[in-house]
């Protein structure tokens, strides 16, 4: 099977010119291939990038359920996707099909040229990035999913590859033809799902999204050693990634840590309007592929599914210590870990947690009810974007505000779209009491709050977007917070504050500094955020120009 998409082949396989292909030699070496040879393995980890100056050179997809030919390069075409400049396993098979010549050009190499020549890195990027769309929407991946769609461990996995980008292909054990073969041939049951096969070889049974990350190979490729960093940066939300693609970019030796997927709140968001540059929209999760693209074309390294646990600040430098007790060094840190959405205060809600109640409204949670009445829970932008989206999908959208009105937490041009459309039924002074089911959500208990009165509906899919819980419980004993929880940075800090953390230098507190010297806080997690993707970004590029301050002192 070819990989096709409906984007020109000129954007997906350009044809190099013969200045182009002469600038690429200078950062490799010519050499001769014969047919059949095999350039790179699947499941290689470190492996070349090859432009074919004679003669063809295939690519195959293999994950045990045979191989297929995803498409043929020809003389002039270059070779590689995303995993290039991730430094993760490569997802295909390249071998000659003809005998003939090319160059080829270490990772190494590749990157500086990227870095180097505008030129080329703009044709290169905008390849391995179309090429990584084509196969996550073919499912040609390295990684077989086989789960139900009402089976909640199944949706955590699949937002878990998606938000990483990570294509896979899913089998549904009720309707798929040959799972039971797969099932029987790697001798796993269908009561163990979801169920995990990565690169035909090791299987996982309802794993945690750790599991997956070690099973693919998300984090080989990062060394974790005794030097010490310059910056590391510990979410990969906007506000995150915004400070790793300046931190990169200005040559600092920076690790990024997301305790799951990059983009945070912000990639579950199913279009921002109101973002500089994109007067047509885009989705949270491709902003937030973008820019951690963006940051791996500079060099960043990034940690995935690894959360911080501890922050050592006795002394300098600083040590930040991740799930299973490793600790790395680091001058500078930079605290990112944004907020996450505050459950309801509704008994059992977490019960059904991706079996009808979730945290995000992405087309994967959409699918699952299309043609349904959903209840939207949140007066805030998130709620309003999901609403909207949710509206194009579902039979009936139930927005339920806890206050009389959206004006004070919405943007008004969603105000305006929630009030013109005929599909959204805006519920204010209303508030779920009760949820009920087995497995999966299947009613739905609320109360109008001014009369008291209680409605229960047979509603299956409820969006929970209400005031959110900063995740800075990893920071005990270092970092001044306020009365809720969030991280005082600057001015928000007080004179007694500072003399009880024994704050150490003359100068007071940079604008994002907190009460320990070269510690940041950006983004959601820090007191006083306006809580917008733009303003997230902008204070990462702040604080990376403050840590230059910092490894000056």
């Known amino acids: 099977m070819k990989l096709t ?86 997802l295909a098979t390249v071998r000659a099909k003809t005998s003939g010549e090319v160059i080829e050009v270490e990772r190494d190499a590749l990157l500086a040229l990227i870095q180097t020549d505008a030129e080329l890195s703009e044709m290169f990027m905008r390849a391995f990035i179309l090429r990584r769309v084509a196969l996550i929407d073919r499912g040609f991946g390295d990684v077989i999913l086989i789960g139900s769609n009402y089976s909640p461990g199944t949706l955590r996995v699949q937002e878990f590859l998606s938000r990483n980008g990570h294509p896979y292909t899913y089998l549904q054990l009720d309707s798929d033809p040959g799972v039971q073969e797969l099932l029987d041939r ?87 309007e109101n973002y500089l540059g994109f007067p047509s929209g885009i989705s949270g999760q491709e902003l937030a592929s973008r820019a951690f693209s963006q940051a791996e074309k500079f060099g960043a390294q990034m940690m995935i599914a690894k959360g911080a646990t501890r922050l050592t600040c006795a002394r300098r430098p600083y040590a930040v210590e991740i799930d299973g007790g490793v600790r790395i060094n680091t001058r500078s840190v930079i605290i990112a870990t944004g907020a996450e959405y505050r459950g309801l205060p509704v008994e059992n809600l977490a019960t059904f947690n991706n079996a009808g109640v979730y945290y995000g409204a992405t087309p994967m949670e959409a699918k699952l009810c299309k043609g349904e009445d959903v209840i939207v829970v949140g007066g805030g ?84 977007m209400t005031g959110a819980v900063p995740a800075t419980q990893w920071l005990h004993g270092c970092i001044t917070l306020d009365e809720k929880g969030f991280i005082k940075t600057g001015p928000e800090l007080t004179h007694e504050e500072l003399v009880a953390a024994k704050w150490p230098l003359a100068r007071a507190p940079l604008l994002l500094e907190t009460n320990l010297p070269g510690i940041f806080a950006i983004g959601d997690v820090r007191a006083g955020n306006v809580k917008r993707v733009a303003s997230a970004v902008g204070e990462g590029s702040i604080a990376i120009a403050l840590v230059h301050q910092i490894l000056r002192e």
């Open 5 to 90: 998409t409906s984007l020109t082949d000129d954007q997906l396989f350009p044809t190099l010119s013969e200045d182009e292909i002469a600038r690429i030699a200078q950062h490799g070496r010519r050499r001769a291939v014969h047919a059949g040879e095999v350039l790179a393995e699947a499941g290689q980890q470190h492996f070349p990038f090859f432009v074919i100056t004679d003669g063809e050179v295939e690519v195959l997809r293999s994950s045990g359920m045979g191989d297929d030919v995803v498409t043929t390069h020809r003389a002039g075409m270059f070779s590689g996707e995303m995993a290039l400049l991730t430094g993760r396993r490569g």
């Open 186 to 272: 790697f001798r796993v049951d269908a009561t163990e799902i979801p169920i995990v096969i990565c690169r035909g070889e090791f299987v996982l049974r309802n794993p945690t999204n750790a599991e997956v990350a070690d099973c693919i190979g998300f984090n080989e490729s990062i060394e974790v050693d005794d030097h010490v960093r310059d910056v590391v940066i510990v979410g990969a939300g906007p506000a995150g990634l915004g400070a790793a693609v300046y931190a990169a970019s200005e040559g600092l030796d920076v690790l990024v840590i997301e305790a799951d997927s990059p983009g945070g709140q912000a990639a579950s968001s199913s279009r921002i």
């Open 381 to 464: 932008n998130s709620a309003g974007q999901a609403a909207v989206f949710l509206s194009q999908i579902a039979r009936r959208v139930l927005l339920f505000v806890r206050g009389d009105g959206l004006a004070e937490s919405m943007s008004r041009y969603l105000i305006r779209r929630i009030e013109q459309n005929p599909a959204i039924d805006l519920r204010t002074n209303c508030e779920i009491v009760a949820v009920e089911g087995a497995k999966h959500l299947e009613r739905v208990a609320w109360r109008d709050r001014r009369t008291e009165q209680q409605q229960t509906d047979p509603i299956r899919h409820v969006f929970v």
